[in-house]
């Protein structure tokens, strides 16, 4: 629980400072430290998600996201469906926490020696 509490404010301060990429490297981090796939990668795939959401979350709290979103959507080809570039911005985010678990896990399975 540390490992990913740890994981979330490292990769939500990454964010809000613009390096968006962190929910991955955390996501490996994860990985690295627990040292189970099965564990690490949905824990990653949550790191990515509240990281991206906080900020989002926030933005909408102080600005309000729906006319941003309105008019992404509509550029997008999903006629003002405002809701639809936030999904895409999270899953962006879990996505970015699940590889970089799913990436570390698989190199620490490949290093380990198997069991004879």
């Given at each position: 629980?540390?490992?990913?509490?740890?994981?979330?404010?490292?990769?939500?301060?990454?964010?809000?400072?613009?390096?968006?990429?962190?929910?991955?490297?955390?996501?490996?981090?994860?990985?690295?430290?627990?040292?189970?796939?099965?564990?690490?990668?949905?824990?990653?795939?949550?790191?990515?998600?509240?990281?991206?959401?906080?900020?989002?979350?926030?933005?909408?709290?102080?600005?309000?996201?729906?006319?941003?979103?309105?008019?992404?959507?509509?550029?997008?080809?999903?006629?003002?469906?405002?809701?639809?570039?936030?999904?895409?911005?999270?899953?962006?985010?879990?996505?970015?926490?699940?590889?970089?678990?799913?990436l570390a896990g698989a190199a620490l399975t490949?290093?380990?020696?198997?069991?004879?």
């Amino acid at each position: 629980m540390v490992v990913v509490l740890s994981g979330v404010i490292v990769s939500l301060v990454g964010v809000l400072l613009g390096a968006w990429w962190i929910p991955f490297l955390a996501g490996a981090g994860i990985a690295l430290v627990v040292g189970r796939p099965l564990i690490a990668i949905p824990a990653g795939a949550a790191v990515g998600l509240v990281s991206w959401l906080l900020p989002l979350a926030g933005i909408q709290v102080r600005y309000g996201l729906g006319a941003t979103a309105s008019s992404l959507a509509a550029i997008m080809g999903f006629d003002h469906r405002g809701a639809v570039p936030v999904i895409l911005a999270l899953l962006v985010g879990a996505l970015l926490g699940v590889t970089g678990a799913w990436l570390a896990g698989a190199a620490l399975t490949l290093a380990r020696p198997s069991p004879r």
